[in-house]
């Protein structure tokens, strides 16, 4: 049995995303702004491509048809990939009148209260989401965009802990963000890809703490026998920070992609750390050039600077 629609669901189904791309310029009124960022610059919706926009329209039909909780988490899911965060937190926000007990949504709300800078609301969504999951078993997550094996690396819990240590780190609370990515290691399911994510963020985390000592530890984990299927970035970070790959290696930004402005950032902000801000400046500001502004690695990078523009 599914429940009745209520109508504000309704209405952002008829108006996200839906129009094609002749239709689209006929009719909108230009691209809206998603985000202020921290250091003041107005984020614009991006133009999302044809197979963003198709791959929406799929989804839609699908909960038109059977709007069951996993369609109606696919269709918010895709609204977020076609860069729309605001709708897809009003598509979360309805769909949790709805399931008001439902992990998932709040998880998936906390994602894009992060790209939106309200890291705030972030965590009080995925802090209730954890809270939700306690005692729960754990699920494997599928991929919104599957990789080449086809084989999801993340879990429901995973991400819940992830995003939630994310945005405790975004706004300096580094004690909880340790703890929260201690739990990704040690959730039942986890995979190379988790340990490799997780220990990035740990190692980062510990140096703000002045205990990078502790990371040798994590790190000594990351060798070259992992069978890492998706997180590449986070590796080739990891083993910069054992120092095995050198800093230029990972901060070619040419081909912006949110792995390459993952690397960047571990770069920077590791370097900001080992050597100090003037050393890790010319990695901050190459980051923050590209229009790269909803990935977690320009995020990140976005913070430091704020908080040392704060400082000085």
């Avoid at 991929?143 to 995973?158: E, F, K, L, M, Y």
Wanted: hydrophobic share 35%; net charge negative.
């Amino acid at each position: 049995m599914y429940r009745i629609l209520p109508l504000s669901l309704i209405v952002i189904l008829g108006w996200t995303g839906c129009q094609g791309p002749q239709e689209k310029n006929e009719n909108s009124t230009g691209p809206k702004a998603q985000a202020t960022s921290l250091l003041g610059r107005q984020f614009l919706t991006p133009d999302p491509s044809l197979e963003q926009l198709a791959k929406l329209g799929e989804a839609k039909k699908n909960f038109e048809s059977e709007g069951s909780l996993d369609n109606l988490i696919w269709v918010g899911r895709f609204i977020g990939y076609t860069g729309d965060y605001r709708a897809a937190i009003d598509w979360y926000t309805t769909g949790i009148e709805l399931y008001p007990e439902e992990a998932r949504l709040y998880r998936h709300r906390g994602h894009r209260y992060i790209s939106v800078r309200e890291f705030d609301k972030a965590i009080a969504d995925l802090e209730k989401a954890a809270e939700l999951i306690s005692g729960t078993e754990n699920s494997v997550e599928p991929d919104g965009a599957p990789n080449p094996q086809g084989i999801p690396v993340s879990t429901r819990h995973g991400n819940i802990w992830y995003h939630l240590g994310l945005a405790y780190y975004l706004t300096g609370q580094y004690e909880k963000a340790l703890s929260s990515y201690q739990n990704c290691l040690n959730i039942e399911l986890s995979n190379d890809d988790n340990l490799v994510s997780a220990t990035h963020w740990i190692t980062l985390i510990l140096g703000r703490l002045d205990r990078a000592e502790e990371a040798e530890s994590y790190l000594a984990a990351i060798t070259d026998s992992l069978e890492v299927i998706e997180n590449h970035s986070y590796w080739r970070a990891c083993q910069f920070y054992k120092g095995g790959i050198p800093a230029d290696s990972l901060v070619d930004l040419s081909q912006v992609t949110p792995a390459t402005v993952a690397q960047a950032y571990g770069v920077a902000a590791f370097t900001a750390q080992s050597a100090g801000m003037d050393a890790a400046k010319p990695y901050y500001e190459g980051i923050l050039k590209t229009n790269s502004w909803a990935s977690f690695g320009y995020i990140a990078a976005e913070a430091d600077r704020a908080r040392e523009q704060a400082r000085n």
